[in-house]
Structures are given as C-alpha cells and as structure tokens.
C-alpha cells in the first residue's frame, strides 16, 4: 500500500526558503517517478517538478527557485524552496501515479 507522508511547510516571508519533505512507503521508491504538486485555493491542482530517471522536471515559475532531490536510502523526496513568493502559497502534495500524500501548506506572506 503506497503511503505518502508530507512535512515541511509553514509560515514564511517573500524572499524565505522552506525545505519539504516526503516519505514514502509501501513501493519501490528508488524505481518510482514521484511529482511534488500544488494546489491553491480556487485554482488548478498544477505539476511542480517530476523526478525518475530522466532530468528532473520543473514547473517554468518555479525554475531557478526550486529544487527538487531524492535519498533512495532513506526513501524520502524532497523539495528546496527559495526566493518564495507569494504566488507559491499552496498546499503541496508529493505524488505518486494516482495516489498522494495529505499535503502539506506552504504560506507566503508578510
């Protein structure tokens, strides 16, 4: 049974960093493609950044700002989040096929 478990987000001013962090169980991690997703209020759930064997993929508005990495060994997926704006504000979900975590809320704000 794929379980996701989301932790990281919080409260930070524009300009800040956050660094989330997923852990997963249940597959293949190290076999898996896994997506950090967003989702604000009243807009589209949207793809941030794909990573599986191929380069890693970024959403255009987060490119240069976000990073995403994996630690196979620990099998946990993380997100580096720096120069945050206020537009990033979302719950962040890591994703993986059709299943995802409980998110975790990302707020920008001064």
């Known amino acids: 049974q794929v379980q996701l478990v989301e932790s990281g987000g919080g409260l930070v001013q524009p300009g800040g960093s956050l660094r989330l962090s997923c852990a997963a169980s249940g597959f293949d991690f190290s076999a898996a493609f896994m997506t950090w997703a967003r989702q604000a209020p009243g807009k589209a759930f949207e793809l941030v950044s794909g990573?599986?064997?191929?380069?890693?993929t970024y959403l255009p508005s987060v490119m240069g700002r976000f990073t995403t990495s994996r630690d196979n060994a620990k099998n946990t997926l993380y997100l580096q989040m720096d120069s945050l704006k206020p537009d990033d504000t979302a719950m962040y979900y890591c994703v993986k096929g059709s299943s995802r975590g409980q998110g975790t809320q990302v707020t920008v704000s001064a």
């Open positions: 990573i599986g064997t191929a380069p890693i």
